[in-house]
């Protein structure tokens, strides 16, 4: 399907004791330690209210039917 979306996406490696994030847009988290925030992920937004986008549209899906996967980040 077309259209835009925001994404927040984190993995934890329990073994190392590390947490790894990718944040697009004006989606985000938070780190909490003993109920005390810790870390507040930074939004993306461009020109004030307008976040960076994962864009999917007519041109793309084209593509996508030619066996090429291509997202824009804009």
């Given at each position: 399907s077309?259209?835009?979306a925001t994404a927040c996406i984190l993995g934890i490696?329990?073994?190392?004791?590390r947490l790894y994030s990718v944040n697009i847009?004006?989606?985000?988290?938070?780190?909490?330690?003993q109920?005390?925030?810790v870390y507040r992920s930074?939004?993306?937004a461009l020109n004030g209210d307008c976040p960076?986008?994962?864009?999917?549209?007519p041109?793309?899906?084209s593509l996508?039917?030619?066996?090429?996967n291509y997202t824009q980040l804009s």
């Open positions: 077309l259209g835009s490696d329990c073994r190392l004791g847009g004006d989606s985000g988290y938070v780190v909490v330690r109920g005390a925030v930074r939004s993306q960076r986008q994962l864009d999917v549209y041109w793309t899906a996508k039917r030619h066996g090429l």
